[in-house]
């Protein structure tokens, strides 16, 4: 279908012509944005902050404005309860995190978040599925290359439809973080029970974008999107449950459809009560590291 | 009801013969030199002072008292007739018309003028012959009769360029559009910048903005019927043109004067020709055309039989190649259309009408990258069979009744995918098989010098049937269960009956009050899940989930000439409520249509639309033209959309202003022109920001809630008849020019934004883009 777009946009662009205009947009109220989750063997972490108008000029006084600072974050398992503590994580933005130090995930249990900010009280509830193993994990070069390429995972789905799937990586000695490739989500709809095969890139870090130009391409000419023969990898596959599934679909959806003026627009979906927008996400893992040899055959 | 209806059909044909001592005069209406019929010609008994007008087939009949008359045919660009008759016995009159000098000018040579606006019962309802279409500028050359039918009160384009239309607030897939009775399903070509109709094969155009004779159903907002030139029973004819994208040949002529005729009409693009040498290397093999077909063959074979067999094929077929990234696409897609008919008039009062028509819309696409490959199809086939009768009984009654049932075999989009091993597949092709039938009756009758009534009913029934499979999700969208249902085993049945109404009152000579009411429902509907109207958007029936779509809409206006039937005017106003109105669910995308039945992607909801039409048409001299003017406000409800609170529609156009000017500066020079305005479109904006994984994520604002910048423009043509009296050989230039003062209209606007996160920087920029700046194209014409 985006061969089609591609035409139409084609045919639009052949004849089109664009000036910038200004919007008179209203400002709405701010609104708090959740971003937490809780994964297998972890503490639970969260981001909170506020939206800004969308064209307000964003510089660094901003964007510290847009940081709940002063939120209180209390994780629970039914049983015990863990007040999240405001910590400085220098590699994911924007840098101040809520971090947990007493309930760590298990998979097959419930976790709730509540948290109260700028006065109001937001509340979500989530699960750790059952993790799916890696069968294995096999890095294949790319047409046209001999030393880049990608990683494909292979695993066997279980029979009962509903794993929805999530994909990471990690080339150690280089990424600080896990990145994930866009889309990052799958649901098993479609190779429900089978053995199934999917490929990863290597996705973006927000943070590492000025490394690359507007192609993705580093300084040394490679493409951002490549694994290359030598490196070590760590992959890491999640499982979610179908709520905490749905807010990435509808975050990746929205990427897709950023700036296809044809598309209608993407709602990003929620799992959080009380009319903050984000999530509160349970993550059941699995993980593998495969070696990349020196020289990998065709 | 079925007998309800039968006996009060018998009743009423019981009444009607009571009178005693009437004859009939009958027969066809036709063009002298080409033998084409010439329907809606005035038929006028000057003594009773009272009239009739042909039918589609230019066929009338009259059932008088005994006595002599005198029987007066005018027609618009045609000498008037007059003949006197004794009508002592069943006559047989047909009347030959002579053209007046210039073809498609409205020119009356002598007697009354006729205020046929005025006096017919028929109110939001325009009646466009080709020739005068083609008087307007035109786009990139090529003459629109969707483009044309834009500039009418009341239509509005769906975007700049587009044939696309949408009537007083409904969508686009609300029109029944008709070509030779057959249901077009995609009118348009290359994404409807260019409408399927070869002007040069069409005879005329009628649209019906509300209020339509029981006899056309199954679309809520309009009917656009379409006819075929039947081709020329006298002589040998060819038309054609050469343009800047494409070009057209009609050949018309009598396989057997008098009684049998064809005409065959082509045109295709030559953008892919031109090209050609341009596209080189990798990209070889990419190009784009499309084409269109039109035939038609009539033969009487005796005075009161006829019979047509009429068809249209056009394709759009695009293809792209880089062999560099080993990428592929090919997806053609179009209509065909196939009518059969016979018109057999019985004792002089009863005419028949039997029809066969097939269409077929499909639309493939295949691409194949190295490890990815993807397929799908989409369509809609219909084989359909009406039975219609026009009873004339007496001069105050025309009664209309018939049936009509349809099988529609709609595949409302298949895919399947392969990513390496794995394969994505969606099964079968899905099919929706229905039943669609209708019967209706309809009575116009004159009641009294200044009242008409219109009065009809049409029951219908829609099935759906098997063989299907119902997959039922839960809300996390995972199959919870399939349902299997055998061939013909009916899965949802759903019976309805629509009453149409209209009036028309005359105040004086010159002006008349008409209302109408009327009830539509709606079986089948186009599910378009982005706001550009593609090609793949698929139509789907209703089904045991998708209720029919239902509409009601009050309408009333005042119809007025003035100096001596020169100026037209109406204003008319009206209200239509929606119901069952369908959309996708809030951030759908399209690959969740995979491995799903698509209606289980909908939501459904209501609309309302209401507004003032204001029309002013000069009809006669150098000068002619209208000016249409709406007033209007669309709203939709859909509880699932926008927090369930009520929204603009897409469509929803305050302001919406067309005039139409064409001028004859000497009998070579013509001047054309167009200016429109409109409100600009309803859309939908983010309004607020934030972080998610360090990455930006929009809020967006209520549904609609912004507006583009208004939409205006204007067109002229020049066009010049290179002289040749008496020649057989005819030609013109015509020289138009679109977008003249070269105005930025909005066809999207986006934003474009720069993120440095390292650097805490973020700008954003709303860009808006602009599709066609002025345009200028030149098309050459010829007959002989």
């Known amino acids: 279908m985006r061969a089609l777009f591609v035409f139409f946009i084609w045919f639009v662009l052949f004849t089109a012509c664009e000036k910038e205009i200004t919007i008179d947009l209203p400002i709405p109220e701010p609104k708090i944005v959740i971003e937490a989750a809780i994964e297998q063997d972890q503490y639970a972490w969260a981001f909170i902050t506020r939206t800004a108008a969308y064209f ?50 298990q998979p097959g249990k419930q976790y709730w978040l509540t948290v109260i900010a700028d006065g109001k009280t937001y509340t979500a509830v989530t699960t750790i599925p059952n993790p799916v193993p890696i069968d294995s994990l096999k890095f294949k070069p790319d047409k046209n290359q001999d030393t880049l390429g990608f ?98 679909y509808s975050i990746e959806q929205q990427f897709m459809t950023d700036g296809n003026p044809f598309a209608s627009p993407i709602t990003i979906r929620s799992n959080i009560q009380g009319g903050a927008i984000g999530v509160w996400g349970g993550y059941g893992v699995s993980m593998d590291t495969l070696k990349i040899p020196k020289h990998v055959k065709r | 009801m079925k007998g309800k209806f039968l006996l009060l059909l018998i009743a009423l044909s019981f009444c009607f013969s009571l009178f005693s001592q009437k004859y009939t005069i009958s027969g066809y209406v036709r063009d002298k030199k080409s033998g084409e019929d010439l329907p809606g010609a005035n038929i006028y008994v000057e003594e009773l002072k009272k009239g009739t007008s042909s039918n589609t087939y230019g066929f009338y009949s009259l059932t008088l008292p005994k006595g002599t008359y005198t029987i007066k045919i005018t027609f618009v660009g045609y000498h008037e007739n007059i003949k006197k008759v004794v009508l002592d016995k069943d006559i047989k009159l047909n009347f030959l018309l002579e053209e007046t000098v210039i073809v498609g000018k409205e020119i009356v040579v002598s007697g009354e003028q006729k205020n046929r606006n005025v006096e017919s019962i028929e109110m939001s309802t325009y009646k466009l012959p080709v020739e005068m279409i083609k008087e307007i500028p035109s786009f990139m050359g090529e003459v629109d009769v969707l483009k044309s039918i834009q500039l009418l009160p009341g239509v509005q384009s769906s975007g700049e360029g587009n044939s696309g239309f949408y009537v007083r607030g409904g969508g686009p897939d609300q029109n029944l559009i008709l070509l030779d009775n057959a249901i ?30 029981a006899n056309y159903g199954g679309r809520l907002s309009s009917v656009l019927d379409v006819s075929m030139k039947e081709g020329n029973n006298q002589s040998y004819h060819a038309d054609g043109g050469v343009g800047i994208i494409a070009s057209r040949l009609t050949v018309q002529g009598p396989i057997k004067k008098d009684t049998c005729s064809f005409i065959i009409s082509g045109r295709r693009t030559y953008i892919d020709v031109l090209t050609k040498p341009l596209i080189k290397g990798n990209l070889k093999g990419t ?58 008039v019985f ?39 009406s039975v219609d009768y026009t009873y004339l009984p007496n001069i105050l009654h025309t009664v209309k ?85 055998k061939a013909l085993e009916p899965i949802a049945t759903y019976k309805n009956i629509e009453p149409r109404f209209s009036l028309r009152y005359s105040i004086n000579k010159s002006t008349s009050f008409k209302a109408s009411y009327s009830q539509n429902y709606q079986y089948v509907q186009l599910a378009s899940m982005s706001s ?68 289980n992607n909908f939501t459904f909801g209501t609309g309302k639309s209401y507004g003032a039409e204001f029309f002013v048409k000069r009809r006669f001299g150098d000068l002619n033209g209208w000016i249409g003017y709406t007033l209007s406000k669309t709203t939709r409800l859909f509880p699932a959309i926008n927090n369930g609170k009520a929204y603009p529609a897409k469509y929803d156009r305050r302001h919406d202003l067309s005039i139409v000017l064409t001028y004859d500066l000497s009998k070579r020079w013509q001047l054309g022109a167009v200016f429109v305005y409109a409100t600009g479109d309803a859309t939908t904006l983010p309004i607020s920001r934030f972080f998610i994984e360090g990455r930006i994520i929009n809020e967006y604002g209520e549904r609609n809630s912004f507006r583009l910048a208004p939409y205006h423009r204007a067109d002229v043509s020049v066009t010049y008849h290179f002289p040749g009296e008496g020649k057989k050989w005819k030609s013109s230039l015509n020289f138009s020019v679109y977008n003249l003062y070269n105005r930025k209209n909005p066809y999207f606007i986006y934003f474009d934004t720069d993120v440095d996160l390292a650097n805490y920087s973020i700008t954003t920029k709303a860009k808006q883009v602009s599709l066609f700046s002025i345009l200028p194209s030149v098309t050459y014409n010829f007959n002989f």
């Not at chain 1, 000029?57 to 404005?65: A, E, F, H, Q």
């Not at chain 2, 004792?347 to 990815?372: C, L, V």
Request: aromatic share 18%; no cysteine; proline share 4%.
């Open chain 2, 347 to 385: 004792n002089q009062k009863i005419f028949q009408n039997i029809t066969a028509t097939f269409s077929d819309y499909n639309f493939t696409f295949g691409a194949e990258q190295d490890n990815f490959e993807f397929k799908m199809y989409s369509g809609v086939r219909d084989y359909s069979l």
């Open chain 1, 56 to 105: 307000a000029p964003v510089d660094s006084s901003i964007i510290m404005n847009m940081i709940v600072t002063n939120a209180k974050v209390i994780v629970s398992d039914g049983m015990l309860n863990d007040t999240l503590k405001l910590t400085f994580d220098p590699y994911t933005f924007p840098y101040l995190k809520y971090v947990g130090k007493i309930i760590k995930g």
């Open chain 2, 287 to 344: 190009g784009y055309y499309f084409y269109d077909l039109n035939t038609k063959i009539n033969y009487r074979f005796s005075e009161n039989d006829r019979i047509f067999l009429s068809g249209y094929f056009g394709r759009d077929v695009f293809s792209f190649k880089n062999k560099r990234d080993g990428f592929s696409v090919r997806f053609p897609w179009g209509n065909a259309t196939v009518s059969a008919r016979w018109n057999h």
């Open chain 2, 532 to 599: 550009a109207t593609l090609p793949t958007d698929a139509w789907v029936p209703s089904t045991d989930l998708i209720k029919p779509q239902f509409s009601e809409q009050y309408a009333a206006g005042i119809f007025k000439n003035f100096k001596n039937d020169t100026y037209e005017t109406s204003v008319e106003v009206y209200y239509k409520t929606m119901k069952n109105l369908i959309d996708y669910k809030e951030g759908l995308t399209s690959d969740d249509n995979i491995g799903n039945n698509p209606d």
């Open chain 2, 184 to 213: 077009v399903y995609n009118p348009g070509h290359l994404f409807g910048f260019f409408s399927i109709f070869n002007a040069d094969a069409i005879k005329d155009v009628n649209l019906i903005k509300g209020g339509a004779p």
């Open chain 2, 401 to 485: 009744f018939g049936a009509q049932y349809t099988f529609h075999d709609f595949q409302p989009g298949s895919a399947t995918a392969r990513i390496g091993g794995t394969f994505f597949d969606s099964g079968k092709i899905i099919h929706y098989y229905n039943h669609d039938a209708a019967i209706y009756f309809n009575d116009e009758w004159e009641i009294s010098e200044k009242l008409k009534i219109s009065a009809g009913l049409r029951p219908t029934l829609f099935s759906f049937v098997g063989p299907f499979t119902r997959y039922v999700l839960d809300d996390y969208k995972r199959a919870k269960d399939t349902l299997h249902y």
């Open chain 1, 151 to 248: 990683i494909w995972i292979y695993l066997k789905d279980p029979d009962t439809l509903g794993n929805y799937y999530r994909g990471f990586t990690k080339i150690l000695g280089k990424d600080s973080v896990f990145l994930h490739p866009y889309p990052s989500v799958t649901d098993d709809r479609f190779f429900n029970g089978q053995t199934a095969e999917y490929q990863l890139y290597r996705g973006r870090n927000p943070l590492e974008d000025s490394l690359y130009n507007d192609m993705g391409i580093g300084a040394d000419g490679v493409p951002r999107w490549y694994f290359r023969t030598g490196q070590t990898v760590v992959v890491k596959v999640a499982q979610m449950d179908a709520k905490h599934y749905d807010f990435w």
